[in-house]
């Protein structure tokens, strides 16, 4: 059996480099003071010797963990099935990996998660976080504005405890998305022209519904369902307003999943799409809008820009002044609508 190379300490650093244990310190931590011939030396000497900073001895100096939480207030099978959350994780991935930190997934299955990710945050284990998907009455915020770290939040802030005056967040335009796609089915000369909504205790589900009323004005109270942003949502409000107003000729759904669901049950009812109806989704999530039948018009959002964007204004620190940024949406025309 071989035996466990030892792992090079600080230091055999020193002494290889020659300098004193205090400068490879300051050189492997970041620090300055270090005139540049010596941090040559010491990086020459940790690539020969192969040295890893212990990354719990380093947090003790820098008092940084290198490790940002991502909060989903989602359970597990929502965040695994719906693609949203694969593109927004992969954006805020990619900025922390080029910046060296590591992303601690943390997801809320219900409210003794909710604790628990408060006390893991206010534990110190982190540098900071960010938190998407909550919901109106989530106490996340409420938790993580007393565990004290910095903090950037995708979604409008829409809580009711105070803590959403001046936070920092990344949204997108969703009422002036969901305008341009009533207004495009409008301009198709549809009448009577309806709405899945997403679940209304979060305000992307909120303000896509204002966008579809500045629209449509004071339209009938049976041509708005509240779904959920699943495609068995848009499955149930679709037969719904089937039952309610059969002379419906266009939809317009919350997100391209609930757009999926409503095209099948049209689909089942024998309404051809767009002829009968017309029907616009919200996201543009390619794996799910150009393989519905038919391929589907929506309203893009940029998913992966907010996750890269978020991660960006966190790594910034507290000097930087943005508090809200909210991104343009663009409709994209396809053969739904």
Not at 6 to 16: D, N
Not at 49 to 78: C, K, W
Not at 265 to 284: C, N, Q, S, W, Y
Request: charged share 25%.
């Amino acid at each position: 059996m071989s035996e466990t190379v030892p792992r090079p300490t600080l230091e055999a650093v020193a002494a290889r480099a020659g300098v004193s244990r205090a400068t490879v310190s300051r050189v492997v931590n970041g620090g300055d003071g270090v005139r540049e011939p010596l941090v040559e030396r010491v990086r020459r000497a940790v690539e020969e010797l192969g040295y890893v900073p212990n990354q719990a001895a380093r947090s003790l100096v820098t008092r940084r963990h290198d490790a940002i939480a991502v909060v989903v207030a989602e359970p597990e099978t929502r965040v695994f099935a719906d693609p949203f959350f694969a593109l927004q994780l992969r954006g805020i991935s990619k900025e922390l990996t080029a910046h060296d930190n590591q992303l601690v997934l943390l997801l809320t299955e219900g409210r003794d998660d909710h604790a628990r990710v408060g006390r893991y945050l206010a534990g110190g284990h982190v540098d900071g976080a960010l938190v998407f998907s909550l919901h109106l009455d989530d106490p996340l915020p409420g938790l993580i504005q007393r565990a004290g770290i910095p903090t950037v939040f995708g979604g409008r802030p829409g809580w009711r405890d105070g803590t959403g005056d001046d936070v920092v967040y990344v949204d997108s335009d969703n009422r002036g998305g969901a305008r341009d796609a009533v207004r495009h089915l409008v301009g198709l000369g549809r009448s009577r022209v309806a709405h899945i909504t997403g679940a209304l205790d979060q305000t992307s589900a909120v303000d896509r519904l204002e966008g579809f009323r500045d629209v449509m004005g004071d339209v009938d109270a049976r041509l708005v369902v509240e779904g959920d942003f699943t495609p068995a949502g848009g499955e149930r409000a679709m037969r719904a307003l089937l039952d309610r107003c059969p002379d419906i000729d266009a939809v317009f759904a919350a997100n391209d999943l609930t757009a999926s669901g409503a095209l099948r049950v049209l689909r089942e009812h024998g309404r051809r799409v767009p002829d009968d109806v017309a029907v616009i989704g919200f996201d543009d999530m390619l794996p799910i809008a150009e393989q519905t039948d038919p391929p589907l018009t929506t309203i893009r959002q940029d998913i992966e820009e907010m996750g890269r964007l978020m991660a960006r204004l966190l790594l910034k620190g507290p000097g930087d002044a943005t508090s809200g940024v909210v991104l343009p949406t663009t409709l994209v025309r396809r053969a739904s609508a």
